[in-house]
């Protein structure tokens, strides 16, 4: 149904395999901090256990049996696609997820994210060192836990600022957080994405300086634009793939919406990646200095908190 580069993008998206994909797309994907939508992890996994819970209360399933199904169908899942460090630690999150609310538990995510890193490192230690896909996903996930809060405030305080610069009118039309309209659905949306993306870089940042040499400076607006359609291309290339098993012409007709979505995020990777300067080498060694960096930096926050 789908021509390439499509079917091999779309076969990353929804199973994270990524060996069919073109080497310059690839590299695309890796200039504009977008390769994590093509590696299975826990983005992914969160959309398939949605997908299943939602399915379940539309088919008015009851609690428990939803709880089963939701359960295994995120297991088959994980183990379908290879079960990297990534989709392990997604899925053990969320099975104690629903296992909290089936038993009517408080759910913390420290104690989620410190329980499934234990079990996966009593299993294999040598994930602590030498699998990177291990170490990227959970410090990503640190970061959307702990740091989105933060980069948060410091976005209502620059947000603050454009009102006092630029009068309350500009302010209330759109940079509101109350959802009246489209326009400030769609900004909210679009907040919500830019947080999430700017945490888990932040997160992650020294890592990949570490391993890589560079970092992407176009990452977060390509995440805002190319992460708003990835749900919407996974569910359309899942149907079409189901109906693909039935019937060629129902697949074909799916596989339109599907093309379109791929082509739309396609189409805003390569232009990020023509922006000029879009990575920048800093050498392996600004790693430590960032580190030194981030050290003060959460020294001085404990400092004000233990005075507030």
Same mark, same amino acid.
């Given at each position: 149904v789908l021509q390439e580069p499509h079917a091999a993008f779309l076969s990353g998206l929804l199973i994270g395999e990524r060996t069919s994909l073109p080497q310059s797309l690839t590299e695309q994907f890796r200039r504009t901090g977008t390769s994590h939508i093509v590696a299975l992890s826990g983005y992914n996994?969160?959309?398939?256990?949605?997908?299943?819970?939602?399915?379940?209360?539309?088919?008015?399933?009851?609690?428990?049996p939803?709880?089963?199904?939701?359960?295994?169908?995120?297991?088959?899942?994980?183990?379908?696609?290879?079960?990297?460090?990534?989709?392990?630690?997604?899925?053990?999150?969320?099975?104690?997820?629903?296992?909290?609310e089936r038993e009517g538990r408080p759910y913390r995510i420290t104690n989620a994210l410190i329980f499934a890193g234990a079990m996966m490192l009593v299993h294999d230690p040598f994930l602590l060192?030498?699998?990177?896909?291990?170490? $990227?996903?959970?410090? &990503? =996930?640190?970061? +959307?836990?702990?740091?989105?809060?933060? @980069?948060?405030?410091?976005? %209502?305080? #620059?947000?603050?600022?454009?009102?006092?610069?630029?009068?309350?009118?500009?302010?209330?039309?759109?940079?509101?957080?109350?959802?009246?309209?489209?326009?400030?659905r769609i900004i909210a949306g679009a907040k919500k994405l830019f947080i999430e993306t700017i945490a888990a870089q932040l997160a992650v940042l020294p890592l990949l300086i570490y391993l890589f040499g560079y970092v992407s400076i176009v990452s977060p607006l390509a995440n805002i634009f190319v992460l708003a359609a990835v749900p919407y291309a996974m569910a359309s290339g899942f149907i079409t793939g189901m109906l693909g098993f039935i019937?060629?012409?129902?697949?074909? $007709?799916?596989?339109? &919406? =599907?093309?379109? +979505?791929?082509?739309?995020?396609?189409? @805003?990777?390569?232009?990020? %990646?023509? #922006?000029?300067?879009?990575?920048?080498?800093?050498?392996?060694?600004?790693?430590f200095v960032l580190l030194v960096l981030y050290g003060v930096a959460w020294w001085r926050a404990r400092r004000k908190a233990k005075e507030v």
């Open positions: 996994i969160t959309l398939v256990g949605k997908f299943f819970a939602r399915a379940c209360i539309v088919l008015a399933i009851p609690f428990y939803s709880f089963w199904v939701a359960s295994f169908s995120m297991v088959l899942f994980v183990v379908m696609t290879g079960a990297s460090a990534s989709a392990v630690r997604a899925g053990i999150i969320a099975l104690l997820v629903l296992i909290a060192r030498f699998d990177a896909g291990f170490q $990227l996903s959970f410090l &990503a =996930t640190i970061g +959307l836990v702990y740091m989105s809060p933060r @980069v948060e405030c410091a976005l %209502d305080r #620059t947000r603050d600022g454009m009102r006092h610069w630029f009068g309350k009118n500009v302010h209330s039309r759109l940079f509101e957080n109350e959802e009246k309209n489209f326009l400030q019937a060629i012409w129902p697949a074909t $007709l799916a596989g339109f &919406a =599907t093309w379109a +979505l791929l082509a739309y995020i396609l189409g @805003v990777v390569r232009l990020f %990646d023509a #922006t000029p300067f879009e990575t920048v080498a800093l050498g392996r060694a600004f790693a």
